[in-house]
């Protein structure tokens, strides 16, 4: 697992937290949970990729 992806991850929480609290407390609570939501999605479809490239390393390395 690289470093830069972990940084990417914790760059994207961090933003979204800030995001969450501002929004929260000018009193968008439906733009704090869209926010919050976005970024899971965001941090999700990262994973789905990493997770693809190590299912097709897998494959490789046992000739399948």
């Known amino acids: 697992m690289e470093v830069d992806l ?3 991850i914790a760059a994207i ?3 979204v937290a800030v995001l969450n609290q501002v929004l929260i ?3 968008r609570e439906e733009q704090a949970m869209m926010t919050t939501l976005a970024g899971l999605i ?13 299912f097709n390393m897998i ?6």
Do not use: A, E
């Open 6 to 8: 972990i940084f990417k």
């Open 25 to 27: 407390r000018s009193g």
């Open 42 to 54: 965001v941090v999700l479809m990262i994973m789905i990729t990493q997770i693809s490239d190590l």
């Open 13 to 15: 929480g961090i933003i």
């Open 59 to 64: 494959k490789s390395v046992f000739r399948l």
